[in-house]
């Protein structure tokens, strides 16, 4: 059977994460002839030509050496993925017509400067194939005949079905194209074994050289006697009577040791050939007679075949001085003798289950001539390459032609980088075949070891995944279930502060930290969870201020914590944490039925507890702005207890140039005659306590529960903007959940980006800016009203089965990358529950010296139904 891997020398193994990748490896160096790549672990194997005497190698597709057999390199197992590419490399003058020619005009890489101008580079880097040599031995022809039918032969039989199956799969684990039968293995008449181990191969004039140590050398007719110590090397070549360089197929290698040698300790000979490849011998232990004579012997070591046009010898001593070789025989065939293969039919009924089908980077081809198939009525019975880049339309059924973007026939060595099937903007891939930002797109990968599989990519379209589809669990935290908490990134950690308990039933004020950012696993697969089975989370959380519940809320404020709450904002600037405002349920601590404000629902069916009053005070943590975090206790201070702005939560709160801003949010008003109102105003601080307005009408409704961000717009030089995303607006007798996007320069005057964003209206959702893109995420709804995505409630939203309406959560994730005036769903419906009220931060450590820095985005708690609390994390599943 033909060859193996086509010859070369292969340089250390480097990493690369794509085939392509691999391949600007190996184009930038000069003398680089192909590369193999293993997308299983990564490697990429750069083989080098050799130029000068050693043997010259030319691209195998090439018709006048297709049938040339090479020995594979040992360090380059052939392994299922395992691909090997080939370029055009410098031959002498009597091997160019092995190199193959590319149409300029087909598929060429062009990169063109100027409009008009004359392309700078073109492509010289055809898809190879690749030989495996099965080359098997046997004493008698029969014997092997009978070998070689497993892989010639067809038949239809039921009995013969495991064997089809077998062969099928070994034609698909290698991307077999073509099989072919030479007739190198008939047995030598004379000598009744096969010519191939038993062909004494002629050697050229032996040399001995040194490189230290010493070599003795004597010639006769058939005889080389050399002594050797360490250093020394015996080299010869293979040639006819003429003088002629031959290549040569080695099987098997006698060594003959003189009586004459001087020590009884191990000696081993490596033998070095001129593709490569090595093979070291034992030659102990050195045999004596029965008087005590050296004996002269010979070793027979049968070899996998090697292709070679000379070899070095060279010994290798572990504690002998020298070593006396007298004969070293090599047995085999020229190369000229095996050339007459015929190619066997693939196609032949029975030969495989279901029929073989050609891989996609070749087409199937016919043909009645000998040379091909080895009968004439057999046709179709190889795959031919095609020309590279082209491709085959239907899986190797059809002719090869160019492929070109949007075909769905990725060609991931030419110049896409996606082919998602189509030229749609704004779905992964472009319309010229590039990923979009936070995309990535991705062909078939084996369902079971998530390896991609090149060669099926080639004729199947991409799918594309992104940013924020997927999402790793972490587990439960150490905090209690919460929502309407807050979360900021302070001092290399990330900080959740305060919260709701479930069902209201409970106010937090408590304060955690935690500062590994997962590092202690990482998904490699987006289904892949972070849960740990021993242990509730791999999170490592640090209580900062315990839960602290005092009688009334005026004993907080002469206290070093701020009162329970929810729904409020927080901030880390100028080396401190700062809170503002927030939300709580008047008297919750005392524990009454009265003092719960936990009232009857109309259906008698229970209680609901809602929120009633509202903070306007401003905290921060106390110490100085360089202080070290104490990681069991961090205390704070008052900075005010009556802001200038009115009593609020679910506003916006963010730092906007180096200044705190309060945005809009929901004012609770206390007694008998209970007001709830939305609010537009705006407001800005540098210290927390001095607030100046900037605006109290502004242009957008009231709203609370929107989210806040700030973000550089796409100028030149880029300009900086705050924008506030939904919300819900309350005008007295309805209630209207927005989907609209503003932004600011300055607080005072704003600019609607977009009406209706694509996603439906919504508060108490989260918006952050992670990786250059506008995140909204999750969020609640009411009202059976909608227009434009903006959703529109005529009565309250509660849980009850009365006239209210239940409330709507979300679990869907949407990403903007040009700032808010067009949206992409990431997911509909992500892994977690559905939830408002939760937390969303971006810590990044990528700059710090810790174990497996990244930039992850994590949700931290909230609430799915009405008010069903939560302490899970999860973080978005990077690629």
């Known amino acids: 059977m033909i060859g193996t891997l086509i010859g070369g020398e292969v340089l250390e193994p480097q990493k690369a994460g794509t085939a392509g990748e691999c391949a600007q490896i190996a184009r930038a160096r000069l003398t680089t002839a192909s590369f193999l790549y293993d997308p299983d672990t990564l490697d990429c194997l750069v083989r080098e030509t050799y130029s000068g005497d050693r043997m010259e190698l030319c691209p195998s597709t090439s018709p006048e050496c297709i049938l040339r057999a090479c020995t594979d390199i040992p360090v380059c197992p052939i392994t299922p993925g395992m691909q090997l590419y080939w370029s055009e490399s410098n031959l002498r003058p009597e091997q160019q017509q092995c190199t193959l020619k590319i149409e300029t005009d087909q598929c060429s890489l062009d990169v063109t400067g100027e409009p008009g101008g004359a392309p700078e580079r073109r492509s010289s880097f055809p898809l190879d194939i690749f030989y495996i040599l099965m080359n098997m031995h046997a004493e008698t022809a029969t014997e092997l005949e009978a070998a070689t039918k497993v892989f ?22 290698y991307q077999i194209i073509r099989l072919m039968k030479s007739s190198d293995k008939q047995p030598d008449d004379a000598v009744g074994r096969e010519t191939s181990l038993n062909g004494l191969l002629r050697t050229q ?14 010639f006769t007719d058939d005889t080389t006697f050399v002594t050797m110590q360490d250093g020394a090397y015996l080299q010869t070549g293979f040639g006819n009577e003429e003088g002629t360089v031959l290549e040569v197929m080695i099987s098997r290698i006698d060594v003959t040791l003189d009586s004459e040698s001087p020590d009884n300790l191990p000696v081993d000979l490596m033998f070095e050939f001129s593709d490569g490849n090595t093979r070291s011998f034992s030659l102990s232990p050195i045999r004596y007679d029965a008087v005590g004579v050296l004996l002269r012997r010979t070793l027979a070591f049968y070899i996998e075949p090697v292709v070679t046009t000379r070899v070095r010898i060279t010994p290798i001593f572990h504690g002998a001085s020298m070593v006396n070789v007298a004969i070293v025989d090599f047995f085999g065939q020229e190369m000229s003798q095996i050339l007459d293969a015929r190619a066997v039919n693939i196609f032949q009924n029975g030969y495989v289950d279901g029929g073989y089908k050609c891989p996609s980077t ?29 491709i085959s339309n239907l899986t190797g059924e059809g002719e090869c032609s160019c492929p070109a973007c949007g075909d769905g026939r990725l060609n991931w060595q030419f110049s896409e980088e996606c082919d998602d099937g189509n030229v749609n903007e704004l779905d992964g891939c472009t319309s010229t075949c590039e990923v979009e930002n936070l995309q990535m797109c991705e062909g078939e990968k084996d369902p079971v070891t998530f390896v991609g599989l090149p060669i099926v990519m080639y004729d199947n379209p991409d799918s594309c995944l992104r940013l924020g589809s997927f999402w790793t669990p972490y587990g439960k935290a150490g905090w209690n279930s919460r929502y309407g908490t807050a979360a900021v990134i302070h001092k290399n950690a990330m900080w959740i502060i305060a919260g709701i308990g479930d069902g209201a039933k409970e106010m937090y004020n408590d304060v955690w930290f935690e500062d590994t950012n997962g590092w202690n696993c990482i998904a490699a697969e987006p289904a892949e969870s972070c849960v740990p089975a021993d242990k509730a989370t791999d999170l490592v959380w640090g209580l900062g201020y315990p839960q602290t519940v005092k009688p009334k809320i005026s004993d907080y404020f002469t206290g070093d914590i701020f009162a329970p709450r929810g729904y409020h904002g927080a901030v880390s600037l100028q080396g401190f944490i700062w809170v503002t405002g927030g939300v709580e349920r008047r008297d919750w601590q005392l524990g009454s039925t009265e003092a719960l404000n936990c009232p009857m ?22 110490g100085s702005a360089d202080a070290a975090v104490d990681i069991n206790r961090v205390s704070w201070e008052l900075v005010t207890q009556n802001a ?20 809009g949010g929901r004012q609770y008003v206390t007694g008998p005659n209970k007001q709830v109102r939305t609010l537009n105003d705006v407001w800005s601080s540098t210290d927390g306590k001095d607030w100046s307005v900037a605006t109290i009408n502004p242009s957008w409704r009231s709203r609370a ?15 900086e903007f705050m924008y506030i995303t939904g919300g819900r607006h309350d005008d007295g007798s309805q209630s209207h959940y927005l989907n609209d996007v503003w932004r600011s320069e300055d607080g005072i005057t704003w600019t609607q980006i977009t009406a209706h964003a694509g996603w439906h209206g919504r508060w108490l959702h989260r918006s952050i800016v992670f990786q250059n893109s506008m995140w909204v995420i999750g969020g609640q709804r009411c ?27 979300y679990g869907d994730v949407w990403v903007s990358v040009n700032q808010g005036a067009h949206w992409d769903e990431a997911t509909a419906s992500a892994a977690w529950n559905r939830r408002a009220g939760h937390a969303l931060v971006v810590f990044d450590t990528s700059d710090l010296e810790v174990l497996n820095p990244r930039e992850n985005l994590w949700i931290l708690g909230g609430m799915d139904g009405f008010d069903t609390a939560h302490n899970d994390s999860l973080t978005t599943f990077a690629f």
């Not at 032969?153 to 089809?164: K, L, Q, V, Y």
């Not at 032996?206 to 050398?217: E, F, L, R, W, Y």
């Open 152 to 173: 010639t032969e067809g038949n239809p039989a039921a009995a013969f079905r495991t064997e089809r199956q077998r062969r099928a799969g070994l034609l698909d684990e």
């Open 205 to 218: 004039q032996t040399s001995c050289a040194i490189s230290a140590g010493s070599c003795m050398t004597a």
């Open 362 to 390: 070749t087409s199937k081809i016919g043909s009645t001539t000998a040379r091909l198939c080895p009968t004439g009525d057999a046709k179709d019975c190889s795959c031919e390459p095609c020309m590279f880049p082209m």
């Open 601 to 622: 629902i109309p259906d008698g069916s229970g209680r609901e507890c809602q929120l009633d009053s509202s903070f306007n005070d401003v905290w921060r943590t106390s």
């Open 644 to 663: 200038a702005w009115a009593a609020r939560g679910m506003h916006g709160f963010l730092v906007f140039k180096d200044t705190m801003w309060v945005i």
């Open 705 to 719: 529960g929107h989210g806040a961000v700030v973000s550089l717009d796409q100028s030149n030089p880029p300009r």
């Open 783 to 809: 009202g059976a009203t909608e227009t434009s995505g903006e959703w529109t409630s005529d009565t309250p939203c509660r849980r009850t089965n009365d006239a209210s309406t239940p409330p709507n959560n």
